[in-house]
């Protein structure tokens, strides 16, 4: 699927998305509309040609306002979002999930580490300091 925007690059804050590939059907309209409401938005389309991918995406968690992780039936097989979330968890980064599918269970790392707030189906994000 075409990638919907160009990602954010600049150094205002920003929303990190951790999603599975497989799940970018679903993930794209979501955040083309955060985009379009006018949130910076940092996702894979980011990445700079000839960057390290494992560091580019590390700086960037680590310098996000927040991390936004769509929860699907992939996701938690997806070896990206479950690193991304745990070094978010670890560099204190406020994470909001959202649950794009019904009745995933997540592994118990990361469900301990995205207990705090949760939003299903449909996000609803309000103003700075992510845009």
Same mark, same amino acid.
Request: proline share 8%; charged share 25%; net charge negative.
């Given at each position: 699927?075409?990638?919907?925007?160009?990602?954010?690059?600049?150094?205002?804050?920003?929303?990190?998305?951790?999603?599975?590939? *497989?799940?970018?059907?679903?993930?794209?309209?979501?955040?083309?509309?955060?985009?379009?409401?006018? &949130?910076?938005?940092?996702?894979? /389309?980011?990445?700079?040609?000839?960057?390290?991918?494992?560091? /580019?995406?590390?700086?960037?968690?680590?310098?996000?306002?927040? &991390? =936004? =992780?769509?929860?699907?039936?992939?996701?938690?097989?997806? *070896? &990206?979002?479950?690193? /991304?979330?745990? &070094?978010?968890?670890?560099?204190?980064?406020?994470?909001?999930?959202?649950?794009?599918? /019904?009745?995933?269970?997540?592994?118990?790392?990361?469900?301990?580490?995205?207990?705090?707030?949760?939003?299903?189906?449909?996000?609803?994000?309000?103003?700075?300091?992510?845009?």
């Amino acid at each position: 699927m075409k990638r919907p925007f160009t990602a954010y690059q600049g150094d205002d804050p920003y929303i990190f998305v951790s999603y599975a590939h *497989e799940d970018s059907v679903s993930v794209y309209p979501e955040i083309q509309r955060l985009h379009d409401q006018g &949130f910076n938005i940092w996702y894979d /389309e980011g990445i700079s040609p000839g960057h390290s991918w494992p560091q /580019e995406l590390a700086d960037k968690v680590a310098d996000c306002s927040l &991390f =936004l =992780l769509f929860i699907t039936a992939h996701s938690p097989d997806s *070896e &990206f979002c479950v690193r /991304e979330t745990n &070094f978010a968890v670890n560099r204190k980064r406020e994470v909001l999930t959202v649950h794009l599918d /019904e009745g995933v269970s997540l592994p118990h790392p990361l469900r301990k580490s995205t207990r705090s707030k949760q939003l299903y189906r449909k996000m609803y994000l309000q103003h700075p300091p992510y845009r």
